[in-house]
T-cell receptor
Framework: SAVISQKPSRDICQRGTSLTIQCQVD?????MFWYRQQPGQSLTLIAT?????????ESGFVIDKFPISRPNLTFSTLTVSNMSPEDSSIYLC????????????FGPGTRLTVL | AQTVTQSQPEMSVQEAETVTLSCTYD???????LFWYKQPPSRQMILVIR??????QNATENRFSVNFQKAAKSFSLKISDSQLGDAAMYFC?????????????FGKGTKLTVNP
């Protein structure tokens, strides 16, 4: 498995502000992902964080709203911009191991509440 | 597009007994991976068990085992000798290995309660 840490673990933010979530992995990984879990819902992939290039976003998610950085193979950030109450969710960082069946391991998540 | 269906929003089991959680999926691929994840109230997603579609043998991990029926596109999770610590949300997930990495597609989850 991989040891993945996220900061902050939780935050309460005001509408219109932005929050940057950090994800740190204990070893170099090829693939890093950001997921969103809305209250009482399943997980939805926001984007794949690519090292050295722009992130790849899923349908319904845009870079202006969720800018992502990946400066190296062990670290990534997700920013939730211009927040509204609808952005209240758990945001999870995940990494994938190379060897089949390529299990995905998740960080502990960041619980975001927007007032 | 691939979809994953968990038809049981909630399940309950008595401590020390066995429970089976259902999962079906829809895909046109022949090779793929399937996973069960556990999410306790701490919200940490924990990988419980994994299955490669090309393997006929069902995966097992201690008290956790799967019944993988490829033709029926079914991937159920059996928890034996249930413990209080097994109480959590359980998510079934699918991934295709083609073209490098593909996203995980999750079911809506099953909330498991373990009664003492």
């Amino acid at each position: 498995s991989a040891v993945i840490s996220q900061k902050p673990s939780r935050d309460i933010c005001q509408r219109g502000t932005s929050l940057t979530i950090q994800c740190q992995v204990d070893s170099q990984v090829t693939m890093m992902f950001w997921y969103r879990q809305q209250p009482g819902q399943s997980l939805t992939l926001i984007a794949t964080a690519n090292q050295g290039s722009e992130a790849t976003y899923e349908s319904g998610f845009v870079i202006d709203k969720f800018p992502i950085s990946r400066p190296n193979l062990t670290f990534s950030t997700l920013t939730v911009s211009n927040m509204s109450p609808e952005d209240s969710s758990i945001y999870l960082c995940s990494v994938e191991r190379k060897l089949a069946p390529k299990p995905t391991f998740f960080g502990p998540g960041t619980r975001l509440t927007v007032l | 597009a691939q979809t994953v269906t968990q038809s049981q929003p909630e399940m309950s089991v008595q401590e020390a007994e066995t429970v089976t959680l259902s999962c079906t999926y829809d895909t046109s691929e022949s090779d793929y991976y399937l996973f069960w994840y556990k999410q306790p109230p701490s919200r940490q997603m924990i990988l419980v068990i994994r299955q490669e579609a090309y393997k006929q043998q069902n995966a097992t991990e201690n008290r956790f085992s799967v019944n993988f029926q490829k033709a029926a596109k079914s991937f159920s999770l059996k928890i034996s000798d249930s413990q209080l610590g097994d109480a959590a949300m359980y998510f079934c997930a699918y991934r295709t290995p083609q073209g490098g990495s593909e996203k995980l597609v999750f079911g809506k989850g099953t909330k498991l309660t373990v009664n003492p």
